[in-house]
């Protein structure tokens, strides 16, 4: 997953994703850190299009590495630190 140029964009996504405020603007009161983090905010970090971001945001998600948060027609994601956690455990006894 993380051997190619995609595999590190996604991998760039995870580690912006740590800290969502220090990467992405505030766009609510709330703030990125409780509610997440919109394709279209990671689209625009990356320089790609939207439709890409979130293919690579679906991909962490099927994999249970992201949680979603739907409001109204905007879909936000978050790590799943625990799962993340599980995944990191799973590499270092060598799968």
Do not use: N
Not at 54 to 79: A, F, K, V
């Amino acid at each position: 997953m993380t051997g190619t140029p995609s595999g590190r964009m996604r991998q760039t996504i995870l580690e912006w994703l740590k800290d969502p405020s220090a990467h992405f603007p505030a766009a609510r009161r709330s703030g990125p850190a409780e509610t997440g983090v919109t394709a279209r905010a990671v689209a625009a970090k990356l320089g790609v299009p939207c439709r890409t971001a979130r293919s690579h945001l679906d991909l962490l998600t099927r994999l249970g590495l992201l949680r979603t948060h739907r409001t109204r027609c905007r879909t936000y994601y978050r790590r799943d630190e625990i799962r993340i956690a599980e995944v990191a455990r799973m590499f270092e006894k060598g799968w």
